[in-house]
């Protein structure tokens, strides 16, 4: 027997105007709904500059089926997971600012502290999503 699939909702918003997702899309779990959203909102990166909009404002607002926003996903968080931890903007520099042994080094360091952040993000969701679901 598979499992059972709910429906999510990526509602959009970009600061200024919001945008309901009306259709959704079924997924086995909360975890996969952010993962769609994260590559939701990377693909949609280049097209809304393209348009002249800044995407750094701009979030998606995920719904379960009954309406209820599970998770808020910032797109200017895309940028946050690509920052080793710790650093601000003006701390990371061009690759051109660090010699090309230690981009190896803190980039992958960098990644495995987003990687973290993001397990402890999706269990904090998943602890969210089954606190609201009905038994």
């Not at 600061?15 to 959704?24: I, K, P, Q």
């Not at 808020?72 to 690759?95: K, M």
Request: with cysteine; proline share 4%.
């Amino acid at each position: 027997m598979g499992s059972a699939k709910a429906r999510f909702f990526f509602h959009f918003c970009d600061g200024e105007t919001s945008t309901r997702d009306e259709l959704g899309l079924d997924f086995a779990s909360v975890e996969e709904a952010y993962m769609e959203a994260i590559s939701a909102a990377r693909a949609m990166w280049p097209e809304l500059l393209a348009d002249r909009r800044d995407p750094r404002g701009c979030a998606f607002e995920i719904a379960n089926g009954r309406g209820q926003v599970l998770f808020r996903l910032e797109f200017i968080e895309l940028l946050e997971i690509c920052r080793p931890s710790g650093a601000r903007p003006s701390d990371t520099g061009g690759l051109g600012s660090q010699p090309i042994g230690d981009v190896g080094r803190s980039g992958a360091k960098g990644g495995r502290n987003a990687l973290d952040d993001e397990s402890a993000l999706l269990a904090q969701l998943r602890r969210n999503y089954r606190d609201r679901v009905p038994k």
